[in-house]
């Protein structure tokens, strides 16, 4: 039976879904309500995750292989830091919501890479107990990306959008008992999407 990790959640959703904004209000509501929350995202704010940052932008150039490994090089400090790691924080009595976990890794380091082996790099990893899905599509998504007029990183382009997003409808059909999906609709107001989010959660 998969392990599940009770207080922690994730949102997940396409680049441009909007999840960064929701994580940030959750966080501030929970804040407000009282209630001991962490909130945290992936990759991390640590070396592993600088360095992946780096290649997501095209500043460093690897195979999708070499990606996946660091995804869950930095997934496993994540997860498992005795100083700062998510169990630490849950330990602690926090609620931990973070901006994507290995769900993202599936969804995109599939493509281009072999899917059981990516399955394989993250089969010791807990599950969450909720995850958060943003469901938005493709080209509102890039329509989002390509207003922010910046840079975009290496993963954000329809046709791989579009198949991110089918990798995704893929693994959340096969989550385990004790792991339970709420999709939202992300064509609707951030203010709309964030009220379901929280009828869902019941908090």
């Not at 926090?94 to 994507?100: K, L, P």
């Not at 089969?123 to 998504?141: A, I, K, Q």
């Amino acid at each position: 039976m998969s392990e599940i990790l009770k207080g922690f959640w994730v949102l997940e959703g396409l680049d441009g879904a909007g999840t960064t904004t929701q994580l940030k209000n959750l966080e501030a509501y929970m804040q407000d309500k009282g209630l001991p929350v962490f909130r945290t995202a992936e990759p991390t704010i640590y070396e592993t995750g600088r360095f992946i940052r780096r290649v997501l932008s095209g500043e460093i150039k690897v195979p999708q292989s070499t990606i996946a490994y660091l995804f869950a090089a930095d997934r496993d400090n994540h997860i498992n830091n005795p100083e700062y790691g998510i169990i630490s924080h849950l330990q602690n009595g926090e609620i931990v919501i973070s901006d994507r976990y290995f769900f993202s890794s599936f969804a995109y380091q599939s493509i281009g890479f072999d899917p059981d082996a990516v399955m394989m790099l993250n089969s010791r990893f807990p599950y969450p107990e909720l995850v958060l899905y943003v469901d938005t599509p493709v080209e509102d998504c890039i329509s989002r990306i390509d207003s922010r007029g910046s840079d975009k990183e290496i993963y954000e382009k329809q046709d791989y959008q579009t198949k991110v997003r089918e990798n995704y409808e893929k693994f959340f059909s096969n989550l385990p008992e004790g792991c339970r999906l709420i999709r939202v609709d992300g064509t609707l107001s951030r203010e709309e999407i964030f009220s379901i989010l929280l009828r869902e959660i019941g908090i």
